[in-house]
């Protein structure tokens, strides 16, 4: 508190409700974290390495980090050429529709990854309902072709392709034009620009943006888990899904140690994406105001269809494969005027008790979360706006470790804490609210920082106008502060919304019976053969992300720079 | 309406002081000006009597009521003051109409919805903007905007009105008739004003007096006549208004009578009553005549044309640097003599 006194003098009821806050927000998002650490370095309640010892010793975890290391490396490798390539083309050109196209390499990165690796499959593979109707498929008996480590690889690099077209175009977005229109007018044309100029002012954004992309792509469950297990390929996250799912909390200790590990090579991402960031922020100088757009002349229409036959391939082609297969009275038969039937969807949403179970489950917690963390965050982060004590610095710079840390860690880590509660034999775990506080727990930087992003343009006169004329703390975070930035925490609660409507990864460690998530029913249905079933509740899903991400676009206008994520 | 009393107040920020052992005292119902350039500590001193920032140093007090005591380290915030504050940004409220925006202070004090009506379009007629009432801040000029901050602070009553350089986002000709406005509406409420900026035009033409700062240190407090005529120091002469500040090589006082030697001419200086010696004098252009015989010969280095007259920058033969003017053009190169009457002299360490 020694320090906030120095920015900001008057009301120490900000001081306090800081404190509070901050205190609050502490024991959500970061004491799992250090719980799990702590798991890690003891045993039986004292300080030893022995369990770590042996677990890593074990064949198993060295083969399943070698698997990890393999797809999150080559996969990344994959988001790198296809995202980059968008993004140059995108941010560097008179490329026309670029709000489309945009917005269209969006939606894989907002679609979970169990449904991504649901949809492809559907259009491969000899039952394909989509290559028998066209009379393609191969002949039965031959292997799908991504139950393979190419198979992951491959989708792993599409499904975050986004993360590295988003990073390196923010990156792009920030050269002043006048850099390159100086190099222009020096006589460098086309390709030397972009080579000389362009490419070493975004290389830091673009080391930044791969190993963002890597450590996302470690943490993926979804599709490690939905290619990987049927062919026998176990990556870090889904050996601790089978080890917990097969012998229950009896190995907790172990799995710990493998989130630790996962967790491990995580934050080594995190910190080489925090240099590279740091790094960017030296050359921001200059105007920025109008986006570059070089001429590509007569190659413009050939580029601008093969962009969007690539976006009609990774992402349209699937869909039709989900729809063909949900349409479908049973998995394998080829859909005709005659087969059609809405069956699967009939079954799926009206008659399966599980499922609307799921959908009730999976809406009450997403929207519990995104009101609960509004709640939270907004005050706080204007209160850390206000005052920069120093925990809220130490706090500011590690909340996004829920987030950026794989599911799976965050997973154990939450079993650890609340599988029993301090001073009571009550546990958490197995009922709905352990995946309620790891929704607020993984999601709390989704609503943070947008919200900080829109109260880091606020005006302060805005508070201290109001505070001249009398308006306490209460009145003016009421009247004034919540009102002004009421469109960046919409925009930040359906954000949260949406990735935890879907959101698979956490919920695969902590459900029980009656507490499932939407993305565990459908990963459950595809694995017990229910396929059509499966894709026509992953299709209601994708419907409900394109709305909720229209409506965010819809009201981007409204919404500070910032805010929006695809539009930074 | 109160009078505003500070006691060596001081600030520090991160180990830099910004102000340095400020006492001093505004009267009610003075127009303040407090002048200086970008960094001198004015912004720091009117967001400290504002209760933005917390004095490390020193006392203050307003009426009747002590603000802040660094020593007890109270510290009145800024919502129990009672002060009215205009910000160089406006700080309307853009999600409220023109009328919400000035009764919100009302509301918070909780009045009658009768009374709010009544105060708030008291208000708003005085700034002439009954027609406005029901517009968004978004849909005002930047005049519009400031008189909308300007009701706001009127509004409640405040014991003291605080003004952050309020017209430094308009354009000239908005300025002059929104200088009218503020002189107006000091005479109208007789509420003490304090008023940041760092054009001396701006203060000379509505400060009952002026306090000129540098380094975080009030270095004269006078009214703007004796600001111009009778500099106490070096910084003083030099900021406020146009002249050179040159050495005295020699001083004699005769009975009342004083003499100086001054870039080897002999000349008449006044200075303040208890100089007993003083160090240099200031030369504004109306020390400065123009004649033939002029004992002082400097040559023309640069003409401005001012409008109806000229500024000429004159070099001297011993190389010091004078502005002269007159209705005559001259050509650049040319040369003249100059004729020193009665300068300001001043000790300077």
């Known amino acids: ?568 | 309406m109160a009078d505003i009393d500070l006691s060596s107040v001081g600030k520090t920020f991160a180990g830099t002081p910004a102000l340095q052992d400020i006492t001093t005292r505004f009267d009610d119902g003075e127009f303040i000006a407090l002048l200086g350039p970008s960094g001198c500590g004015k912004t720091t001193l009117l967001r400290i009597l504002a209760g933005f920032e917390e004095p490390t140093e020193g006392r203050i007090r307003i009426g009747s009521r002590e603000m802040a005591n660094a020593d007890s380290g109270a510290n009145l915030p800024p919502e129990q003051r009672n002060i009215g504050f205009v910000f160089q940004s406006y700080a309307l409220w853009p999600h409220m109409s023109v009328r919400r925006n000035v009764s919100y202070p009302l509301e918070i004090r909780g009045l009658s919805r009768a009374e709010i009506r009544r105060h708030t379009d008291a208000a708003l007629a005085s700034t002439g903007l009954e027609d406005y009432a029901d517009r968004m801040p978004s849909d005002l000029s930047g005049g519009q905007r400031q008189r909308v901050a300007l009701a706001r602070c009127l509004v409640s009553d405040p014991c003291a009105v605080l003004l952050d350089e309020p017209l430094a986002n308009l354009d000239v000709a908005l300025r002059a008739t929104m200088q009218g406005v503020f002189t107006d509406f000091h005479k109208r409420t007789g509420a003490t004003m304090v008023y940041v900026t760092h054009d001396q035009a701006e203060a000379m033409a509505m400060a009952d007096r002026i306090a000129v700062m540098d380094q975080g240190r009030i270095q004269q407090f006078d009214t703007p006549q004796n600001l111009y005529e009778r500099p106490k120091n070096r910084f003083v002469a030099e900021f406020v208004g146009r002249g050179t500040v040159v050495p005295v090589q020699q001083f004699r006082t005769d009975g009342t009578a004083q003499q100086a030697r001054i870039l080897g001419a002999e000349v008449a200086v006044q200075s303040a009553q208890q100089e007993s010696r003083v160090s240099h004098v200031c030369l504004r252009p109306e020390n400065l005549t123009i004649t033939e015989t002029g004992d002082l010969r400097s040559k023309v280095a640069r003409v401005t044309y001012m409008g109806g007259k000229y500024l000429l920058e004159t070099v001297t033969d011993c190389g010091a640097r004078l502005f002269a003017e007159t209705r005559a053009r001259f050509d650049v190169g040319a040369q003249l003599g100059l004729t020193i009457t009665t300068p300001w002299a001043f000790s300077e360490d």
């Open chain 1, 1 to 568: 508190m020694m320090s906030a006194t120095q920015n900001h003098g008057g009301s120490r009821s900000e001081a306090r409700l800081l404190s509070a806050i901050l205190v609050l927000a502490i024991c959500l998002t970061l004491a799992p974290v250090l719980r799990l650490f702590v798991e890690g370095v003891t045993d039986q309640g004292s300080p030893s390495l022995g369990l770590m010892r042996d677990v890593l010793a074990q064949p198993s975890t060295l083969s399943a980090l070698k698997h990890s290391l393999v797809t999150a490396g080559f996969g990344t490798l994959v988001s790198l050429v296809l995202g980059s390539a968008f993004a140059f083309l995108v941010a560097l050109t008179d490329l026309r529709a670029k709000a489309a196209l945009v917005f269209c390499l969006m939606i894989p990165m907002m679609i979970p990854p169990q449904i991504t690796a649901l949809s492809w499959t559907q259009i491969m593979g000899p039952s394909s309902v989509l290559l028998k109707t066209l009379g393609i498929a191969p002949p039965l008996g031959a292997k799908q072709p991504l139950y393979s480590p190419e198979g992951i690889i491959f989708l792993l690099g599409i499904q975050h392709m986004s993360i590295i077209f988003l990073t390196l175009r923010a990156g792009l977005r920030a050269i002043p034009q006048d850099v390159v229109e100086a190099a222009r007018i020096s006589g460098a044309r086309g390709l030397r620009t972009w080579w000389q100029v362009v490419m070493p002012l975004t290389l830091p954004s673009l080391a930044a943006g791969t190993a963002i992309t890597f450590v996302t792509a470690l943490g993926n469950f979804g599709i490690p888990a939905m290619l990987g297990i049927p062919a026998g390929y176990a990556t870090l996250p889904t050996l601790v899904y089978q080890k917990l799912a097969g012998m229950g909390t009896t190995v907790l200790a172990e799995v710990s140690v493998l989130a630790m590990l996962i967790g491990a090579v995580a934050v080594a991402g995190i910190l080489v994406q925090r240099l590279f960031q740091s790094r960017q922020k030296l050359h921001l100088v200059g105007s920025t105001s109008r986006p570059l757009a070089l001429p590509l002349g007569a190659a413009r229409l050939p580029v601008e269809i093969c962009l969007w036959a690539v976006v009609f391939a990774i992402l349209v082609l699937p869909m039709f494969g989900l729809l063909a297969t949900s349409l479908v009275p049973a998995y394998g038969v080829s859909l005709r005027l005659d087969t059609v039937t809405l069956a699967s969807w009939y079954e799926v949403m009206f008659r399966q008790p599980v499922t609307s179970r799921a959908f009730t489950n999976s809406f009450g917690l997403a929207a519990g979360a995104s009101v609960a963390l509004m709640a939270i965050c907004l005050p706080l982060a204007w209160l850390m706006e206000r005052r920069q004590t120093r925990l809220a610095r130490l706090f500011d710079s590690l909340l996004d470790l829920p987030y950026a840390l794989p599911g799976v860690v965050l997973s154990i880590a939450m079993i650890l804490l609340l599988i029993k509660l301090p001073f009571t034999e009550a546990t958490l775990y197995g009922t709905i609210w352990i995946i309620f506080l790891a929704y607020i727990a993984r999601f709390f930087a989704v609503m943070f920082r947008p919200v900080q992003a829109s109260l880091k343009q606020f005006d302060p006169a805005m508070d201290e106008a109001a505070q001249s004329v009398g308006a306490s703390l209460y009145r003016r975070l009421r009247d004034v502060i919540f009102p002004l930035s009421a469109p960046a925490a919409a925009a930040g609660a359906i954000l949260v919304f949406l990735t935890a409507f879907n959101e698979l990864t956490v919920s695969a460690l902590l459900w029980s019976s009656g507490t499932e998530t939407l993305g565990v029913v459908i990963f459950n249905l595809d694995d017990s053969g229910e396929t059509g079933m499966a894709s026509a509740l992953a299709m209601t899903i994708v419907l409900v992300v394109v709305v909720l991400m229209a409506l965010i676009q819809l009201f981007s206008r409204r919404f500070p720079k910032g805010v929006v994520p695809w539009q930074t």
